[in-house]
């Protein structure tokens, strides 16, 4: 079974865009997570889509925006980039909706650098 | 609300010696505890998990007891293999239950 695919795997943008980073979930996983991960902040959470309704998001500024397609992938969009943007972003999806009893299978990430 | 503290890395191991990693927290009620390792390279695997008090999770000859009275998880492993060299992450469910707060992270690095 293939795990979590996210493309792309790096990304080098400039002050200022917009960037859009794309996750594919396990076959039958429907719900899917995002985590920004940075040296300094460590592991964060972005937010949780489940069918395509966002259920829960994290303490990010509205600039980081994402959706879920009818497929469960899912994307993840960064406006008005700013250098602490710069980070690792990881997805996870997981069969159904609770965290606590629903395993979340991460992704191999991308990793985002600002300039 | 919710959190992690886990001890500050790296550690740094010879092959076949005992591991352990602090991990203690700070939570409303008994939530679930897990640890997740990620590899160079690679995006997070969950290790073990313990749902309630007194649990114990294991996998991989790893091991972490959930403990009430001291709030803590540490994770440990008899003997550490070359093949463990990774992070090391301890992380619980926020107080809505809606997510997973981790730690900062613990690297570990076994040497033969």
């Known amino acids: 079974k293939a795990g979590v695919t996210q493309t792309p795997r790096y990304l080098i943008k400039t002050r200022g865009q917009q960037v859009t980073l794309s996750c594919s979930p396990i076959?039958?996983?429907?719900?899917v997570s995002w985590y920004q991960q940075t040296p300094g902040q460590g592991l964060q959470f972005l937010f949780e889509y489940f069918s395509e309704t966002q259920r829960n998001k994290g303490n990010f500024p509205g600039r980081f925006s994402g959706r879920q397609f009818s497929n469960s992938r899912s994307e993840m969009n960064v406006s008005t980039l700013e250098l602490g943007d710069s980070a690792l972003y990881l997805c996870a999806s997981s069969l159904g909706a609770s965290v606590v009893t629903d395993t979340q299978y991460f992704g191999p990430g991308t990793r985002l650098t600002v300039l | 609300g919710n959190s992690v503290t886990q001890m500050e890395g790296p550690v740094t191991l010879s092959e076949e010696a005992f591991l352990t990693i602090n991990c203690t927290y700070t939570a409303t009620g008994y939530p679930s505890l897990f640890w997740y390792v990620q590899y160079p390279g690679e995006g997070l695997q969950l290790l073990l998990k313990?749902?309630?008090?007194?649990d114990k999770g294991s996998n991989k000859g790893f091991e972490a007891t959930y403990r009430k009275e001291t709030t803590s998880f540490h994770l440990e492993k008899g003997s550490v293999q070359v093949s463990d060299s990774a992070v090391y992450f301890c992380a619980l469910i926020n107080q809505a239950g809606t997510a997973l707060i981790f730690g900062k992270g613990t690297t570990l690095s076994v040497s033969s």
């Open positions: 313990a749902t309630k008090a007194d």
């Open positions: 076959s039958g996983h429907r719900s």
